[in-house]
């Protein structure tokens, strides 16, 4: 698959799930699609942590469905993050893991195991029950309604081919992206994120 | 297999034989379930063993057994961002590998996450692979600008929330550290 394309058209299904998504590329190429600033943590300094973080925002907000993206460069650092989200089995978590073979944010430098490694293999090896793998376009958008909008944890691989992208990070602050998807948390919840609450504006 | 809880148990009553203090892990619990704090992502260490049992067996928390010390970073800063307290608890050596989390995740998006470890590497701690811990924790603490406090005495454990209440108020990580003596009622 395209990534470009793949993610354009993930984009174009999504409504109001909570994204989190990881270095490089995902972050970009979601911006670009979207420009959303309010449900989007851009988690551009992950590392293999994206989902991870996305499963704590999960965990804490049950009645919200949370997509979360990661690479296969973070799989290779942290497959062990499976085992994690196994146990938890947050039905409201859906895990993208977009396979390059390569640390595509990092001018695709080649990952170890590249040629070899079956994502969704490792997965099931892991206990995961719902494991969706799609390597087309056509196979995505057939499955994409019981792999994504059933309820239910799943993990979801999305082969796609290594992208020439520089589309540039999304034009804010860590801060920023911390206050505007924190304060969209408290407004559809009814939580408090932060200390001190934002009052309500009367017009 | 036995269940989680029954291993558990299991690992609880191990702690109670080496000499780890059932009381003071109990007082940890319920200072940090009085703080707020109901989630709890762990990394093992015989020290704290005690400790993550009954974190565990307490209805007030959920207690996730982590694969390593970075993921608890994520579990934890991602809970924040859903109005859910939260401890990320390991082993000094835990917190020895956590530079890149911190200072990528927690300073860049200035999100709060409370840290408890152990001290390792102290000159009670017989183990000769935690002098490295003695010989660079505070280096490292201090080089990353980490705001730490030690746990002196059964009678200073209430600091314990206040490092959970002063991570939320500067908006960076803290660190509560649990001496060995402490965790075996001794101090």
Known sequence: ?203 | MESLHEASTSSAARASETGYSEDVSREIVDICADAGISLVASLPDDWIAQTIARFEQDDRFTHVPMNREESAIGLCSGAFLSGTGSVALMGASGLMTLVYAITKINYTYEIPVFIMITRRGSFDDGAKFHVSNGLYLDDVVNAINLPCTVIGSRAELPMIAEAYHHSRKISRPTVAVLPKKLLQGKI
Request: charged content about 20%; glycine content about 10%; aromatic content about 12%.
């Open chain 1, 1 to 203: 698959m395209n990534y470009h394309e793949c993610l354009a058209w993930i984009a174009s299904r999504w409504t109001d799930e909570l994204v989190v998504t990881s270095a490089g590329t995902s972050s970009e190429i979601w911006y670009e699609e979207t420009g959303d600033t309010e449900r989007v943590f851009y988690l551009e300094a992950s590392m293999s942590l994206s989902t991870c973080f996305a499963a704590g925002i999960a965990f804490g907000t049950p009645n919200q469905n949370v997509w979360a993206f990661s690479g296969d460069g973070a799989f290779v650092m942290n497959a062990g993050m499976l085992t994690v989200e196994r146990q938890m089995n947050l039905p409201n978590l859906k895990h993208f893991m977009v396979s390059n073979r390569v640390y595509g944010s990092t001018s695709n430098v080649p990952l170890p195991g590249r040629a070899d490694n079956d994502y969704a293999a490792i997965a099931r090896g892991f206990g995961i029950e719902r494991v969706y793998s799609f390597g087309g376009m056509n196979e995505l958008q057939a499955k994409f309604e019981e792999a994504v909008m059933e309820p239910g944890y799943s993990f979801i691989h999305l082969e796609v081919d290594p992208l020439d992208y520089r589309g540039g990070s999304p034009p804010m602050d860590g801060p920023e992206v911390k206050f505007r998807f924190g304060r969209h948390v408290e407004k559809v919840t009814g939580k408090n994120v932060f200390t001190a609450p934002l009052p309500e504006v009367k017009r």
